[in-house]
């Protein structure tokens, strides 16, 4: 798999170009995408917005680890520092671990992939999982998932598999994901992984599917 060098590196130079998202009436960004990566100050920016936004929603108390922290940040200034990060979308992958949004399912990711394109074998390393997502600025949650798949389909996945709010699935729709919905997502499912206080989540409809990034994305989607 590609692994990022460094926490700023900038995906206008490394990928293939990205719609650039121009939201809010004042003095919008210019957004454009980065990487944040573990030990990195941006990394450590990324954790504590992500703690403080599931927090302040559902009351919930997160300790997110994902391997990457894909960011939006303002291309109008100078450089993707902290203070100019407007979204974040985590990546893990699934070679060699279980990932959380697998608890919900009823078999491994990679057979829930490989039912979505039957006669085909699934390698646990082409899978992926997306996960916090969170905005801090109108449009940056929708501009991140835009650009999500190609930036999976880089780094070398074939499938993204995530669980998504009732309103993220609304994103997607609009991000252009013919996202495949396999289970909604429960409380009870989790029980031993862990002691986290998922405060009102649930109540929040998640469901879990998976993407196929090459292939179920709309090349233009509408915004």
Known sequence: MATPGTASDSLSVSLPSLEEVRPGPVTPPLLRTGFASPGTPNYRFCVDS???????????????GPDLFVTAWDGARDSPTSGRILGVAGLTTAAGRRLLSENYLDVPVERACADLVPGTHVDRRRVVEMGPIAS???????FLMRALPGI???????FLLSTLTEKLHD??????WEFHTLTNARRADLAGTGGTDWGTYYSAKPRTGILRCGR????RAAG
């Open 171 to 176: 994103v997607a729709r609009v991000a252009g």
């Open 50 to 64: 992500v703690k403080r936004k599931y927090l302040d929603r559902y009351g919930a108390v997160v300790t997110p």
């Open 152 to 158: 999976a389909l880089h780094l070398g996945y074939d």
């Open 136 to 142: 801090f600025h109108p449009g940056a949650g929708l």
């Open 216 to 219: 179920d994305v709309a090349p």
